[in-house]
């Protein structure tokens, strides 16, 4: 279940947090938006520390796709309409903004990752209506973009979208050259936060500010990110032997395709659902179906499955955690765009915490009003979570075993729901906030902090 970027990549050994310390600003994560974050404050002179719990790019950034792009599937006419064109334009400055900031960061730090300029599409094989609406409210919100009847896919398409200069590059080999510029704490986990103190299985850290960069906030109040956020998970196939495009494209039918060359590997992504949902389906089987089709003698070198916290508006949650915690910091719900959001997310935060806030950043804000649609999307939301919590007072009907000696008990440790079998990655998830969990019990995705209690 590794992604390509694993390979070959020479980390950089780092020591645990060597026991209580105190810090201007402390980042939760080392993944691509805590890394970016600590970079900027170092440079603006402001002390800081970063903390993972396993290695620098352990997590989500290691299954990205890398599409470092301001083509956020069909968000801009979506934008438009429900928050007016202002929004609109501002959202798609802060992303276009991103790929540039990256070239810059690379050229600067003299970074080698293999960052390359290339087009982005969004492509359908049925309708051309939303992708020409889509092209209209991309070109109005300063983004150059086309309409085209042509493209080079190898199957039949109504029409696709395209965006120029937009990017690519090896997130991993980016991430881990960037992350020597910064203080990092690896196989530090963080248990607890409360004011100016973060927790950890090794200590303590007394910090002026406190930025939660880990994907999913874990600390549920105040904040309440769990009542407005949910996790999806997608399936990412490395295939050999296949066509390689030019650029990258992302289908916007139902159960679309993502398609990404990376030297002679093509990434094919799909099979997108919420996590701790779907269980049954071999999802692995029909995406690999899919290339079968196109591409007979195609093979598979490595799959593995991404995670994103989807926001309800499909705008990520930046900015101050809560208006109860002034020094706390947050960036979550990137969607599907963690590149971009994850620049996005450094640039604001780093902003906020030096004095120098970002104009328009307000769109962000995870205090912001919602619009009728999210409102909506809210309630479907509390709706399934309140329906997969309510399952843990049925009893289970099957249990699996723990290796060794035990029974992994099929409970959350975050707020208790009960964890759905994931029997094609031997994995528990959880159906309410996504937490996931090998066949052990072990933790491996958050917001759950701990691993699952097992019991004989």
């Known amino acids: 279940m590794d992604s390509i970027w694993t390979r070959g990549i020479q980390r950089k050994a780092r020591t645990p947090l060597p026991g209580d310390r105190k810090i201007h600003t402390v980042v939760i994560g080392g993944g691509m938006a805590g890394i970016l974050t600590a970079w900027m404050l170092q440079n603006e002179g402001v002390p800081v520390a970063v903390l993972e719990a396993d290695q620098v790019g352990s997590g989500q950034t290691s299954g990205t796709t890398a599409k470092v792009t301001s083509q956020h599937h069909l968000i801009y006419d979506r934008l438009e309409k429900s928050s007016g064109a202002k929004t609109a334009s501002q959202y798609a400055r802060f992303n276009e903004e991103a790929i540039e900031a990256y070239e810059e960061i690379i050229k600067k730090e003299k970074i080698q990752c293999h960052f390359t300029r290339c087009p982005a599409f969004l492509y359908s094989c049925t309708d051309t209506e939303l992708l020409q609406k889509e092209t209209e409210a991309a070109k109005r919100a300063g983004i150059s973009a086309s309409f085209e009847k042509d493209c080079e896919l190898p199957i039949a398409v109504a029409g696709v979208m395209r965006f120029e200069r937009q990017a690519k590059f090896h997130p991993l080999e980016f991430l881990t050259q960037l992350s020597d510029k910064v203080t990092v704490y690896e196989h530090t986990r963080v248990l607890r936060v409360q004011k100016h103190i973060v927790y950890t299985d090794r200590g303590n850290i007394h910090a002026k500010n406190i930025v939660f960069a880990s994907h999913y906030p874990f600390i549920n109040i105040p904040g309440f990110y769990f009542t407005r956020m949910y996790q999806e998970r997608s399936l990412v196939l490395a295939l050999k032997n296949t066509w390689i495009p030019e650029g990258y494209y992302l289908g916007i039918d139902k159960d679309g395709l993502s398609f990404r060359g990376e030297e002679d590997i093509l990434l094919l992504g799909g099979m997108s659902h919420r996590s701790g949902t779907d269980m ?90 919602i619009t009728i649609r999210a409102a909506g999307k809210i309630c479907t939301h509390s709706l399934h979570t309140a329906a997969a919590f309510g399952k843990r007072l049925l009893p289970a009907k099957k249990r699996h075993r723990k290796a060794g000696s035990g029974t992994v008990v099929r409970q959350c440790p975050h707020l208790g729901c009960r964890l759905a079998w994931n029997a094609e990655e031997e994995t528990y998830e959880c159906p309410c906030h996504g937490s996931r969990f090998d066949r052990d019990g072990k933790l491996l995705d958050n917001p759950a902090q701990t691993d699952c209690q097992c019991r004989r």
Not at 312 to 329: A, H, R, V
Not at 345 to 350: C, D, H, V
Request: include cysteine; hydrophobic fraction near 35%.
């Open 280 to 369: 049954k389906k071999k999802n692995g089987e029909v995406l690999l179906k899919e290339a079968k089709n196109m591409w007979p003698d195609c093979r598979v070198s490595q799959f593995w499955s991404a995670k994103d916290c989807i926001t309800p508006d499909g705008i990520p949650y930046i900015g101050n955690y809560s208006k109860k915690t002034p020094n706390w910091y947050v960036a979550t719900g990137f969607g599907k765009w963690g590149m971009t959001s994850s620049m996005v997310s450094a640039r604001i935060l780093a902003g906020k915490i030096t004095g120098n806030p970002c104009v328009g950043a307000d769109i962000f804000a995870p205090d912001r009003g």
